[in-house]
């Protein structure tokens, strides 16, 4: 039987044997490429598919990246949009107008390339804007129709775009994404955190006390209409009808740093009054002798009432009080520099002035008037209407009328005496109260900005009122952001702006940014009519009846505290 070799070869042989050629030699067998032939082009395929899904996603990244990036100052604007007017329309008894400015820039600066971004409007309270704060949230202008403007602190913004992916066209279908943006804006802002009714100093301060306010008489008033009230330690009333109050939608802040028989607010009368027309917050615990006493705020959801403590026999139900802490305030002035003198150092000695006296050195007349020059004086008393010029004085009695020109006073000795029927006018003026002596006045003890605190406090000059005294002065608009009365920060005069008699009366010019002595006393043994504010003091005591520190009307508040003004974005 015919075999064929090629049929009947072992399988597992991978090549044919070397056959001979034409000269009787072997030659080895060619290997076949038939079966790799083409193979790339699939491959080369896939990867450009795979490049180009890479290249579409990087586009698309991109693109939502920019349009991000656009759309969040878009939701700046629409939030600052709806806080400005809230902030027009205080009295609206609805918030649709808001939702409407902030739709409307919406409307005319995100339109993303699926569509116009929708918008949604929360409006919080004065709280704060986290969610235990919102009062409402709205999708169009119908909505929160129960909400009126004066109620919102803050506003915020949530927008979404619909944009489209690219990548997802490849697949053979549009498809998009969302891309939310969000925004808040306080209402009003006034260099911190928090509106008109905060109380925090640094938002709205006119009238700080770094200390305790104490009375140990009757009607005596700490009034504020155009900054809120802040109390670093205790407020005791040791009689009747006496009053903490704001208005204008402003608030008060009782921290209780310092407590009085274990209480940070403690009353022994009645008909006492603690009333916050804005946020009204005690740290620590509240106790009144009469349910007749009153701790409240003003009507409405404008307001909110927290004791952290137990109130006692107060005329306020316990329900209607909250126990959220109050947090401590810092001095807002903590920074500021002290007064300096750059006047002429001549010395001037001691004077007396009186109809009569004969000018000589440092003392001339014009037309009848008596003029003091520049200088550095010992004990001066103006007996006779006397125009004065800056100096530092170790000591001032004024007995007429005193007429300041403008610059710096600085008092290093016992500091200002007035008599009943002394006047104190003119405009410009800072009268500085320190411990140093000579031209080159030295502070009171060490003060360290960071901490607002003091070490190695001393009692230096202050002012006394011993008789009538009409204030007819204004403080410098270019010197110390409008401070009148400056103590050093480590004057610890106990009766560093002491009323002995007599009284003060407001005069046509009397100033903004009248005191501020972070040490200091602020205390009364007779009445005050009208003491302007801000105030910004260490302790005030009422040792007598019927005085009032700040006005229901409010002023201008010192240079680092200014105004409120709309539209500040806090997130």
């Known amino acids: 039987m015919l075999r064929h070799p090629d049929l009947f ?10 056959r001979a050629g034409r000269s009787g030699a072997t030659r080895p067998a060619r290997r076949s490429r038939s079966r790799a032939r083409g193979q790339v082009i699939p491959i080369v395929a896939l990867m450009l598919m795979l490049l180009a899904g890479f290249a579409a996603l990087t586009i698309d ?318 004990s001066v008393t103006v007996g006779t209407p006397t125009t004065l010029n800056p100096g530092v004085y170790g000591s001032l009695t004024i007995q007429s009328t005193a007429t300041f020109n403008p610059g710096t006073y600085v008092f290093e000795g016992s500091g200002i005496t007035t008599t009943t029927g002394a006047e104190l006018a003119g405009s410009g003026v800072t009268l500085y109260f320190t411990c140093g002596s000579g031209a080159s006045p030295a502070g009171c003890g060490t003060w360290t900005p960071s901490t607002a605190t003091c070490s190695g406090e001393q009692s230096g000059a202050g002012i006394t009122f011993d008789g009538s005294t009409t204030l007819d002065l204004s403080a410098s608009t270019s010197n110390n952001d409008d401070i009148l009365f400056f103590y050093d920060p480590c004057n610890d005069n106990g009766q560093a702006f002491y009323v002995n008699s007599g009284g003060v009366t407001a005069g046509s010019g009397l100033p903004s940014g009248m005191l501020y002595g972070y040490s200091a006393t602020l205390y009364t043994d007779s009445g005050i009519s009208a003491l302007p504010s801000p105030v910004l003091i260490g302790n005030i005591y009422f040792n007598s009846s019927s005085s009032t520190v700040g006005t229901s009307t409010g002023s201008i508040n010192l240079g680092a505290t200014s105004p409120p003004q709309p539209g500040n974005l806090v997130h």
């Open 9 to 18: 070869d072992a399988p597992s042989r991978r090549r044919a044997a070397p």
């Open 61 to 378: 990244a991109g693109v939502s990246y920019d349009q991000s990036r656009n759309d969040q100052d878009v939701a700046d604007a629409a939030a600052l949009a709806a806080s400005s007017w809230i902030y027009s329309h205080p009295s609206s008894a609805s918030v649709s107008g808001a939702y409407t400015e902030a739709a409307n820039v919406a409307t005319a600066d995100c339109n993303g390339p699926a569509g116009t971004c929708p918008v949604q409007l929360t409006f919080y309270g004065s709280g704060g804007y986290s969610p235990a704060y919102a009062l409402c949230t709205a999708t169009s202008a119908l909505d929160c129709g129960s909400v009126a403007a004066g109620d919102v602190y803050y506003t915020g913004i949530s927008l979404t775009t619909t944009a489209l992916d690219h990548f997802g066209n490849l697949g053979g279908g549009p498809r998009s994404h969302a891309i939310v943006n969000q925004a808040v804006a306080e209402v009003y802002s006034s260099g911190g955190a928090g509106g008109p009714t905060s109380t925090d100093p640094e938002a709205a301060c006119e009238v700080c006390v770094f200390g305790d306010v104490t009375s140990t008489g009757k009607y005596n008033e700490v009034a504020a209409g155009g900054g809120s009230i802040d109390i670093g330690g205790y407020v005791y009333f040791n009689t009747s009808d006496d009053s903490i109050v704001t208005s204008n939608g402003y608030g008060i802040d009782v921290d209780g740093t310092q407590q009085i028989n274990g209480y940070t607010v403690y009353t022994d009368g009645k008909g006492n009054l603690i009333e916050a027309s804005g946020a009204l917050g005690i740290s620590g615990s509240a106790f009144s002798y009469s349910t007749s006493d009153v701790l409240k705020t003003d009507t409405g959801s404008r307001s909110e009432l927290n004791v952290s403590g137990p109130t006692l026999k107060w005329g306020t139900q316990p329900s209607q009080v909250g126990n959220a802490s109050t947090a401590p305030f810092s001095d807002p002035l903590a920074s500021q520099p002290d007064p300096t003198y750059s006047g002429a150092t001549t010395s001037c000695g001691s004077l007396t002035i009186y109809g009569g006296t004969t000018p000589s050195g440092c003392l001339s007349e014009s037309g009848g008037q008596y003029i003091l020059a520049s200088g550095v004086y010992g």
